[in-house]
């Protein structure tokens, strides 16, 4: 398979609401896909996401911009045209056609001799587990197997760039996490170029090489899943990929990317996250993960608290604690740590390597943000 | 970006100069070889001229040749005689008046003294009419010398229309041309562009043209703008009479057959009486029944001569035309569609409203009149005005039986067809669009907002006893009667075939059958085979509109869909009248042929075919399309493939709608029959007028036949994919 590179220069999607309103789907997005990498678009319900992925298959014109997918400028070309092949939400089985039949008629279109498409077909169904289904009707498989035809059809024609809307959002969760497996595992056997569309944080994390989170029809940040969850660039992104304590901090000085940040009478020394550049300007919130927090039922820790609920988990346990800033979520390996009552009065500290300085953007209520879970 | 503007441009620009040159060069060579026609006529009329007393001459010379006027001009100024105009006319002189003052006229009679034709290569304007200017010697054969000069005025127009045409031609390659070019330059989607624009020429060509020039044919006297043919259609008693007939007319048989519909869908709804099944098929089965079928029966069996009436009876001044027959035949032909609606309606409203009112202890008729009915109403009022404006928009019932009474769809017949008064015949048939326009008003802007009922609602399946065992039987007994009375109907057209002579002599006989076969064979085949080249096309047609209204978009689809929608609403009458005013002359002189009827089938089914093309379009999800994109499809592939499989049911309901509309259709068509295209349905007319009712039966017969093989052999088609057609409704 040619695995293709794609790159978004400067895309705008601007659609025409009923009243004649403009709605600013995306918003001068760009971005770079190197060829063979699988890339997620994550971000919350409307942000634009699923429009970026159909002006890359062609089904909408970009309103200003340009698309290329490898060298060719492919902006103004329609769908059937272009060398990619889209997995839908709802699978878009043909309901007229058998498995067989489905899979096969990009092949098909692509004028590939019979004998071959038969053989091909079998192959890609090999490597989905659906051996065996090619003359079943797609009405008459479980919602897992149809999405894996839906795969198949798109494999089969050894597209350079293989689309994803959703694809798993229909399944029950234990399939959703063996098909997720599933798509990883032939994105890397066929070395294909993936862009996924997903709002599902824990999806991106395991499928992607690089995450594209979006909001309000902008890319906010560009990363691997690593950085995307350890290093957000905002207290947006930090919150989408998982629940985050925020502690709002003055920065009385900085050392190079450090800042040393004043909680209490304490003196913290926090780096800011890798994107973000130190400006005096700003205000700053320290933002940590719910496991970088530790309990001490002394007042060894930076921040007094009163612990207000426990909630087991299993093999955690999760502690809400009441603190001037709100109630902070920590989690903690349950043997490990002794439990703290409901009610006790307890400190938390805060692992300085763990945590990181993000701008406070305006009108942001920490409190609001602390309870807000995720 | 820029290189397509360039090369769009470039391309457009040599296509141009080579359209241009092209038709340059086969006007200039027509013009030359016209000319030089010309010419020689001249020179060979100029030996006939006598050397004196031209007039005689001159006389004849233009009752043979009406395309050219001669003059003569005497003498010779090269031997130094005298030049003189022959005048015996006051045109003659004004000939001459004008003549010499065109710069050229010294020269050209100077050629001729030379022995020389001068022909000036250019058209000029004479008194309005295009014209050539040739002068050529006069040489008497006894003199041997120019005695004179023959001045020819030649008719140009010929010439003139000729290059106009060409100009035509020209200018529409020119404009295919851009079209093409840029439309593949810039669109995306090149073949969704040409459909679209396509689609956009044959609504506007087919529905809003005709339409238009018939409202402007009522807006015009003489040529010129006046409302004269409203004053006179308005002011007239006799119209205005017709229009109260039809208002009347309607009025009566939408309450008739709203409540036989209604006994009709309540019962079968609410009860479980038995036979339902022959019940449902016997309060549908009208729908497709050819026109005039019942009329004729009607007449058969109550006619002045009727069955019934005379032999039974013994009645002789009854008579069934008039008011009180027509409201009998239209009820039992469009009850069933009171039905339809009510029965879609009922059967949307929760038998559980009613259980709950008998648990609230109400009676019987306190449950239907409080619950039922009420709920019902809005279904009510639409079932009566869609019966309304069928029953004014009708004709083939009023053309036969109305007698004296007068309605406004024969009233307009009678004026374009009796009287050549085309004006006033779309005047009239636009006037009975008012009533139709306010009842779709009414349905869309009144109506839909009262409606309790979701129509989404599933039919429960269970049914709640809301009458007494006694009204049961009687419910019963008035369907029965009424199924009776239809089925007496079928059965007396069907007897008629065998019948000697209705009426005066019961004998039995074949010989109607052979001789309605003979006469109307070539009218079974035509119509079949007009029908049957009709139905593809509107069924493609609907569906690929259809297509482009439910997934598509572009600039004017709401215009699109509503000119679309627009033959729905307007009475067959006048769209027969607006396609005689508009395709009786060139370049779309379609009066007479195949081609008008089968395009008017086309048109006037669409917008069923579109309707319920979209309605099932909707529930098919648009990324079951999408995917056959992005695997390779263009659009015309994905239509084939994907949409017109997956939405077979409502492209073969539209096609037998289609073919059986046609079959049976008699408003329209009537205008747009020629002695080359005749129709089925006109013949059955003409028998019945002619009174030989032996032969309308036999063919109307012939028509239920065909009508009802086709209808049942598509429904197989049909019941066969409905269980596909679950599928496609994906969640
Ligand atoms: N055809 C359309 N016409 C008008 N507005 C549209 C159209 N398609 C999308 N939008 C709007 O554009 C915005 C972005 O939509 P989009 O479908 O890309 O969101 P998304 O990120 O995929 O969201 P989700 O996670 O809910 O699928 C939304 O506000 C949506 O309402
Ligand atoms: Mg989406």
Redesign the pocket.
């Known amino acids: 398979m040619s695995a293709s590179s794609v790159s978004l220069t400067n895309v705008y999607?601007i659609?025409?609401?009923f009243s004649g309103e403009e709605?600013?789907?995306?918003n001068d997005i760009s971005f770079q896909i190197e060829p063979g990498t699988f890339v997620t678009?994550l971000?919350?319900?409307?942000?634009?996401?699923?429009?970026?992925?159909?002006m890359i298959a062609g089904f909408?014109n970009p309103t200003k911009g340009k698309i290329k997918i490898g060298d060719e400028d492919v902006t103004f070309i329609p769908p059937w045209k272009r060398d990619t092949a889209m997995v839908f939400?709802s699978y878009g089985l043909f309901p007229h056609m058998n498995v067989g039949e489905n899979v096969g008629y990009g092949l098909k279109m692509r004028k590939v001799p019979v004998s071959e498409i038969h053989d091909r077909v079998s192959a890609i169904l090999d490597l989905v587990g659906l051996n065996g289904f090619e003359d079943r009707p797609p009405s008459s498989l479980s919602g897992g197997q149809q999405q894996r035809v839906a795969l198949a059809r798109a494999l089969v024609v050894e597209p350079s760039v293989l689309l994803f809307?959703?694809p798993l959002s229909n399944l029950d969760v234990l399939l959703r996490e063996q098909m997720r497996v599933e798509i990883r595992r032939i994105q890397q056997k066929t070395g294909i170029t993936a862009i996924y569309?997903?709002?599902d944080r824990t999806e991106a994390m395991t499928l992607s090489d690089t995450v594209i989170v979006?909001n309000n029809?902008k890319i906010v940040q560009t990363g691997t899943p690593f950085d995307i969850y350890e290093e957000p660039n905002s207290i947006f992104v930090a919150g989408f990929m998982g629940k985050m304590a925020y502690f709002p901090v003055k920065i009385v000085a900085w050392e190079g990317k450090n800042g040393i940040a004043e909680l209490y009478d304490k003196k913290l020394t926090i780096r800011i996250a890798k994107t973000v550049t130190p400006n005096d300007a700003h205000q700053y919130v320290m933002a940590c993960r719910p496991e970088s927090l530790k309990i001490h039922e002394n007042g060894k820790g930076a921040v007094p608290g009163v612990v207000a609920t426990n909630v087991y988990l299993g093999n955690a346990i999760e502690s809400y604690i009441k603190t001037e800033f709100g109630e902070i979520m920590v989690k903690s390996e349950l043997h490990k740590e002794r439990l703290c009552p409901e009610g006790s009065k307890v400190s938390l500290s805060i692992r300085e390597d763990k945590t990181i300085l993000l701008p406070l953007e305006q009108g942001i209520d920490l409190l609001s943000l602390n309870k807000a879970s995720t | 970006m820029k290189n397509k503007w360039l090369k769009a441009i470039l391309f457009s620009a040599i296509g141009i100069i080579l359209i241009v040159w092209v038709f340059r060069t086969l006007e200039t060579e027509f013009t030359t070889i016209s000319i030089q026609r010309l010419k020689e006529a001249g020179l060979l009329l100029s030996q006939s001229v006598p050397s004196r007393s031209y007039d005689q001459w001159v006389s004849a010379t233009r009752q043979q040749y009406p395309d050219i006027l001669p003059f003569i001009s005497e003498g010779n100024a090269e031997f130094g005689e005298e030049v003189r105009a022959v005048i015996s006319s006051a045109a003659d002189q004004a000939f001459f008046d004008w003549a010499q003052s065109l710069p050229f006229y010294d020269y050209g009679l100077e050629s001729t003294y030379y022995e020389e034709v001068y022909f000036y290569p250019k058209r000029v304007e004479w008194e309005g009419h295009p014209v050539y200017l040739s002068f050529t010697p006069i040489i008497p054969e006894e003199l041997g010398y120019v005695s004179g000069t023959l001045i020819l005025l030649h008719d140009g127009s010929v010439i003139r229309n000729y290059g106009n045409l060409l100009t035509g031609f020209a200018v529409a390659f020119i404009v295919l041309l851009l079209c093409i070019l840029f439309v593949n330059a810039f669109s995306k989607d090149p073949i969704l562009v040409y459909t679209i624009l396509i689609v956009f020429l044959i609504v506007g060509v087919f529905i809003a043209f005709p339409l238009y020039q018939a409202f402007r044919l009522t807006m015009l006297k003489d040529g010129v703008f006046s409302l004269e043919v409203w004053k006179y259609v308005l002011s007239n008693r006799n119209y205005l009479q017709a229009l109260w007939g039809s208002i009347l007319l309607g009025v009566l048989t939408a309450t008739v057959s709203t409540a036989i519909g209604f006994l009709f869908a309540f019962t079968l709804t609410r009860t479980n009486v038995r036979g339902k099944k022959f019940f449902s098929t016997m309060a549908t089965l009208p729908v497709i029944s050819p026109p005039f079928s019942l009329t004729l029966s009607m007449i058969l069996l109550f006619g002045s001569y009727g069955l019934i009436t005379r032999r039974i009876l013994g009645l002789t001044n009854v008579d069934i035309y008039g008011l009180d027959g027509l409201v009998i035949v239209q009820t039992m032909g469009m009850f069933p569609i009171a039905f339809m609606v009510l029965s879609g309606v009922l059967e949307a409203i929760d038998s559980t409203f009613e259980e709950a009112a008998m648990n609230l202890k109400a009676s019987r008729w306190k449950v239907f009149s409080t619950v039922t009915l009420p709920l019902s109403v809005p279904g009510i009022a639409s079932a009566w005005l869609l019966v309304f404006t069928n029953s004014i928009a009708d004709f083939a019932n009023p053309l036969i039986l109305a007698g004296k009474y007068k309605v406004l769809s024969v009233e307009a017949y009678m004026e374009v067809t009796g009287m050549n008064h085309l004006d006033i015949g779309a005047a009239l048939s636009i006037v009975l669009l008012i009533p139709t326009f306010l009842a779709f008003g009414l349905q869309r802007y009144w109506i839909s907002k009262k409606s309790y009922v979701t129509v989404t609602g599933k039919p429960s399946g269970r049914i709640l006893e809301v009458v007494s065992p006694g009204v049961k039987r009687m419910l019963f007994a008035m369907m029965a009667v009424i199924s009776g009375f239809l089925i007496s109907l079928y059965a007396t057209i069907v007897a008629g075939c065998f019948v000697k002579n209705w009426g005066i002599d019961y004998g039995f006989t074949f010989d109607n059958i052979v001789e309605a076969l003979q006469r109307g064979k070539d009218a079974i085949g035509d119509t079949t085979l007009l029908a049957a080249i009709a139905t593809p096309i509107a069924g493609l047609l609907a569906m690929i509109v259809a297509m482009i209204i439910v997934r598509k978009?572009f600039p004017g689809k709401g215009l699109m869909q509503a000119l679309v929608m627009i033959p729905y609403a307007v009475p067959g009458t006048l769209v027969g009248i607006s396609f005689i005013i508009a395709f009786n002359k060139p370049p779309l002189l379609l009066v007479g042929t195949a081609a008008i009827i089968i395009i008017n089938y086309i048109i006037r089914e669409l917008p069923v075919g579109v309707e319920s093309g979209i309605a099932t379009l909707r529930q098919i999800d648009p990324s079951i399309e999408e995917a056959a994109q992005s695997l390779g499809a263009d659009t015309a592939t994905v239509f084939r493939t994907i949409v017109l499989p997956l939405i077979r049911p409502a492209f073969i309901s539209s096609l037998s709608y289609t073919f059986v509309r046609s079959m049976t259709a008699v408003s329209a068509v009537i205008f747009l029959i020629s002695a080359k295209w005749y129709h089925i349905t006109i013949l059955i007319y003409n028998f019945s007028e002619n009174l030989r009712f032996g032969l309308a039966s036999v063919l109307a017969t012939t028509l239920m036949i065909i009508v009802l093989a086709v209808f049942w052999g598509l429904r197989f088609f049909v019941g066969k994919s409905s269980s596909m057609q679950k599928n496609i409704i994906t969640r």
């Open positions: 999607k659609f025409k609401g709605i600013v789907a995306v678009l971000g919350p319900s409307g942000c634009g996401k699923t429009t970026s992925l159909r909408e939400q809307d959703e569309v997903t709002h979006m029809g | 978009r």
